[in-house]
C-alpha cells in the first residue's frame, strides 16, 4: 500500500519556467490537498479537492493551478515559476469517514513532499 | 475566520523532563476537529491525534496525552518523559465545518529533547 506518492522529490527550476508537482493516492479518498511549507514555517493550503471534479482555492492558490480528472491524481501546476514559490510542497488525502452522507473528517495522509527552489 | 495559534517557537528539554505544548484555537463552528502532527527531522508529516468539538475526555497513549478544554479553546500536548526522540516540529491544527472541513494549521512547535 503506496499511500500517498509525490513526484518528484526534488527540482530546481529557473525564473520564468512551468513545472507539474504529481500526486497520487491509493486509497480512494474522496479529499486531496496540495500544502506549501515555508521554512520554519507551518503549512500554508494553496488548493483542495472534494471529489473528481471539483476543486477549490485555499489560503495562497495565486500561482497555481490544480485539476482533479481522476480519485488517484491531483496534480499541481506552476506557470510562471517565481523565487517566491521556493518551498516544500506537500500533498495529503483524507477519506470522509465510513458512514454515507456524513464527513468525520479522518485524519490527513501526507506524501514524502517535494523539495522545490527556484532560481 | 478560524486561526491556531503555537505561541512556542521553539522548547529545549534535557531528556525525562515532562514537555507541554500549547495550542490555541478560534472558530466559530460548533462542529469542529483538532489535530496532532509531528515532523520529525526527516521532514514527513506524521499524524498523532484527532478530537471532535464534541468530546471534551483527554486522551493518553503511552507517553503522550492531550488536554482539550473547550472554555479556554485550548487543545495542549503533553510529553511525559521525554526521549531524544521525540525531538521533532509539532503541529496543531484546526478543521471546521464551515469552512468545508479545511484545515489551518498553526506555525508549529519545534522541540529540542537533549541527551
Known amino acids: 500500500n503506496a499511500g500517498v506518492t509525490q513526484t518528484p522529490k526534488f527540482r530546481i527550476l529557473k525564473i520564468g519556467q512551468s513545472m507539474t508537482l504529481q500526486c497520487t493516492q491509493d486509497m480512494n479518498h474522496n479529499y486531496m490537498y496540495w500544502y506549501r511549507q515555508d521554512p520554519g514555517m507551518g503549512l500554508k493550503l494553496i488548493y483542495y479537492?472534494?471529489?473528481?471534479?471539483?476543486?477549490d482555492k485555499g489560503e495562497v492558490p495565486n500561482g497555481y493551478n490544480v485539476s482533479r480528472s481522476t480519485t488517484e491524481d491531483f496534480p499541481l501546476r506552476l506557470e510562471l515559476a517565481a523565487p517566491s514559490q521556493t518551498s516544500v510542497y506537500f500533498c495529503?488525502?483524507?477519506?470522509?469517514?465510513?458512514?454515507?452522507?456524513?464527513?468525520?473528517?479522518?485524519?490527513?495522509?501526507f506524501g514524502d513532499g517535494t523539495r522545490l527552489s527556484i532560481l | 475566520a478560524q486561526k491556531v495559534t503555537q505561541a512556542q517557537t521553539e522548547i529545549s528539554v534535557v531528556e525525562k523532563e515532562d514537555v507541554t505544548l500549547d495550542c490555541v484555537y478560534e472558530t466559530r463552528d460548533t462542529t469542529y476537529y483538532l489535530f496532532w502532527y509531528k515532523q520529525p527531522p526527516s521532514g514527513e508529516l506524521v499524524f498523532l491525534i484527532r478530537r471532535n468539538s464534541f468530546d471534551e475526555q483527554n486522551e493518553i497513549s503511552g507517553r503522550y496525552s492531550w488536554n482539550f478544554q473547550k472554555s479556554t479553546s485550548s487543545f495542549n500536548f503533553t510529553i511525559t518523559a521525554s526521549q531524544v526522540v521525540d525531538s521533532a516540529v509539532y503541529f496543531c491544527a484546526l478543521s471546521g465545518a464551515r469552512g468545508g472541513f479545511k484545515t489551518i494549521f498553526g506555525a508549529g512547535t519545534r522541540l529540542f529533547v537533549k541527551a
Open positions: 495529503a488525502s483524507r477519506s470522509s469517514g465510513a458512514q454515507p452522507g456524513f464527513d468525520s473528517n479522518q485524519p490527513q495522509h
Open positions: 479537492s472534494v471529489g473528481a471534479g471539483i476543486t
